[in-house]
């Protein structure tokens, strides 16, 4: 009878604990101790993501962004600071209302886009035409005048609002077949619609407010329920907004009727002149070797239409996690610890570009950087970045990891140099052996990334966590390691030129953006 109880028990504490049971490592323990009970996670998301809000380059929320972090460093006795690495246009989002008022009243659901001019503090109510379809651009010049005091919609009206993975499962294969096949040939002749006119998405905007058009409207749907991208605006005088498909097509099918919507737009923008940018850097410095780097990476700011929650808000509050733990249960590291939160990621991961090219005596010095930014899930992917030897500390630091976390990591060695896509690239391109934890996509792509529906509800926050251990374990390996990362590359393979494959070249950051 206590024979069996006994193997009971220990098949019984291998199966509810399988991924504590190998380690016996009083550090790894007390990181996921801490995580577990003593997490920061939700209260760090709430204060970023609700509080502060989204952090579009150039704009006071960033600026506020940065000094919260230092500041929470701060409170867990991390040495923090912000460096100055550029300057930016600076604006500031006010408030959006639009409502249709003709040929009957709703509020419709829409935003300004980022740095987009505002109305001066007025309502301005205008019909809603949309972009006439032309022979040629002669004839768009012949048209262009009649957008004088009107609101000009740019996108083309979606045949549908439902996403394909709705249709999937509730239509028929025949009416799924035929809604892709007339979309198709819908977006091809939109895309005519717009080259015919001589301009592009870019300077399309730019002609029809000289031609007086009230304003540009425009819907960038991002194929899932409710959900719209949200970037920046080209035009200088008058508002860009994006509405949701819904209002959108209610607009865009009034107007082709001969119903001849009409809307009030306020659109409240502040112009805050030059702007300073930072990156907020973290330091656990290191004991033996203090001249050598661990980095915890995750870029900062975020576009702004909903609060960059999964982009990067998660990346972030890993690394603020990672850093808050490390320095309880691990607070004298070999080698220093530092954490990377980069600024204007998303114009071209200008923040740690910058850090690379300010700092050649820390990038010569690097042991790992580990970079998180592709949502709120967990871990689910690493690639060696081409890298020869990634595979043999990689994996010896991966055994530390409890198997829950680490099981599921997909792992691809050498793997390939990535050029870009998140911060790590811009270590690779300096041969600084630096890695992307790649997360599971939880509809990312279609739901979160840079859209209006990228706020914290969307934030799983068992998967953050997972990940704040993952980081910190990994960090506390990196730093522990007796040896020197080996940063030999692989050869790559030949292009389809049949030329040798070569590794990505360092990039100079754009230090001076927005401004003309
Ligand atoms: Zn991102």
Known sequence: MKKISLIFTLVFAFYVNPGFSQSKDPIVENIVKEATENSQLEKLAHELMDVIGPRLVGSPQMQQAHEWAVGKYKGWNITAKNEKWGEWRGWERGVSHIDMVAPRVKSLEGMQLAWSPGTAGKTVTADVIILADVADSTSFQKWLPSVKGKFVMISMNQPTGRPDYNWQEFGTKESFEKMKKDRDAQTEAWTNRLKKTGYTTRTLPVALEKAGAAGVVMSYWSKGFGANKIFGAYTKMVPTIDISLEDYGLLYRLSESGHTPKISVRADAKETGVSQTFNTIGEIKGTEKPNEYVILSAHFDSWDGGTGATDNGTGTIVMMEAMRILKKVYPNPKRTILAGHWGSEEQGLNGSRAFVEDHPEIIQNIQAVFNQDNGTGRVVNLSGQGFLNSYEYLSRWLTKVPEAIKTPIESKFP??????????????????????????????????????????????????????ILAAIMAYQASEDPAKTSREKSILPVNAKGEPGAWPEQRKPTRRGGLD
């Open 415 to 468: 793997g390939a140099p990535g050029a870009g896509g998140s911060d790590f690239a811009s270590f690779v391109a300096a041969g600084a052996p630096a890695f992307s934890l790649s997360s599971l996509n939880w509809s990312y792509g279609t739901y979160t990334w840079h859209t209006n529906r990228d706020t914290y509800d969307k934030i799983v926050f068992d998967d953050v966590r997972s990940n704040a």
